[in-house]
């Protein structure tokens, strides 16, 4: 079963939306501005969520809460961990191939 962790300024359980993204030059910080969300260099519309492959991850851009939600994949909690990402966005990535 995969597990996953989710880290966030807060958490919400909400269907996805639309996904539309761009990048600029940034300092890292996060930023609402009319609407949007700019973290890392990307800008992430209001309600819409983007999933990446490296790293593992999805944000979901909450501006007209205040918030961006960040999930992740927690690693397998087998010994030795010998596994490799499935080459796949989020969440499909957060599947291990086992190499040993």
Known sequence: MMQLMVLSFAVLLHSMG?????VFN?????VFVNGTCWY??????????????KPCSQLWCSASKGYLTFYGCMRPLEKPYCG???DQV??????????C
């Open 90 to 99: 989020y969440p499909k990535c957060c599947s291990y191939t086992r190499t």
């Open 84 to 86: 490799v990402p499935v």
């Open 26 to 30: 940034s300092t890292g910080s996060l």
């Open 40 to 53: 890392n260099g990307l800008k992430i519309d209001d309600d819409t969520y983007q999933s990446f492959k």
């Open 18 to 22: 639309a996904t539309h993204a761009e």
